[in-house]
């Protein structure tokens, strides 16, 4: 299956700072997908990153405050902007696997912990 | 550190005994499902997927059934043991028979707690 290394894996930021994560997968993907994991809940997507196009964002998430980047098949990155402290949250990109056999599965990357103080 | 699943349902299970997680879905075109298992610190873990066109599919240890007419999709381990204690997340997706990756839907979670 496809390997998604995603940096940082944890930080602690201060509020009105900025962040941004970065995804890296091993093999070409057309689709990659950023979710939002509060604490103790379940995953939300942010939005959905095309190469080559502007990222499609879901209700309630816009591109201010979380711009995101696909330069390439193979990378991508979300910027979480001007955060504070209710924007801590674990943070996973995900992408389509074709290797799976009968299906995607949508691997993901180890998720990035963020803490605004 | 955060740990995933603090206020989410909690299932306890001894060693050895099966498990079995329910997971509610309310889009009745969702036509592909997956079952996810996160660890605390990890990022969820594909365990089985199963097709809308299907209604049982097996793995190693696990199996999911799909109930389409009540839209119902549970995941069933047999022989649990101390390393599937974690937090097991079912997803959905509509947009699976068009044959391009589509967003995931998530249940709310599960978390399995394995007793010795």
């Known amino acids: 299956s496809a390997v998604i290394s995603q940096k940082p894996s944890r930080d602690i930021c201060q509020r009105g700072t900025s962040l941004t994560i970065q995804c890296q997968v091993d093999?070409?993907?057309?689709?990659m997908f950023w979710y939002r994991q509060q604490p103790g809940q379940s995953l939300t997507l942010i939005a959905t990153?095309?190469?080559?196009?502007?990222?499609?964002?879901e209700s309630g998430f816009v591109i201010d405050k979380f711009p995101i980047s696909r330069p390439n098949l193979t990378f991508s990155t979300l910027t979480v902007s001007n955060m504070s402290p209710e924007d801590s949250s674990i943070y996973l990109c995900?992408?389509?696997?074709?290797?799976?056999?009968?299906?995607?599965?949508?691997?993901f990357g180890s998720g990035t912990r963020l803490t605004v103080v | 550190g955060e740990s995933v699943g603090l206020h989410l349902p909690t299932l306890s299970v001894q060693e050895g005994d099966n498990s079995i997680i329910n997971c509610a879905y309310s889009?009745?075109?969702?036509?592909?499902f997956i079952w996810y298992k996160q660890e605390s610190g990890k990022g969820p873990q594909f365990i089985i997927d199963?097709?809308?066109?299907?209604d049982k599919r097996q793995g190693q240890r696990v199996t999911v059934l799909l109930n389409k007419t009540v839209k119902h999709l549970s995941l069933q381990i047999a022989a649990t043991q101390p390393g599937d204690s974690a937090v097991y997340f079912c997803?959905?997706?509509?947009?699976?028979?068009?044959?391009?990756?589509?967003?995931?839907?998530f249940g709310t979670g599960t978390r399995l707690q394995v007793t010795l």
């Open positions: 199963i097709r809308s066109n299907m």
């Open positions: 990153a095309n190469q080559g196009s502007e990222a499609t964002y």
């Open positions: 997803a959905e997706t509509s947009d699976h028979h068009t044959g391009t990756a589509s967003k995931l839907t």
């Open positions: 093999s070409q993907v057309t689709m």
């Open positions: 889009n009745s075109a969702s036509d592909y």
């Open positions: 995900s992408v389509e696997d074709l290797s799976r056999e009968g299906g995607y599965g949508y691997t």
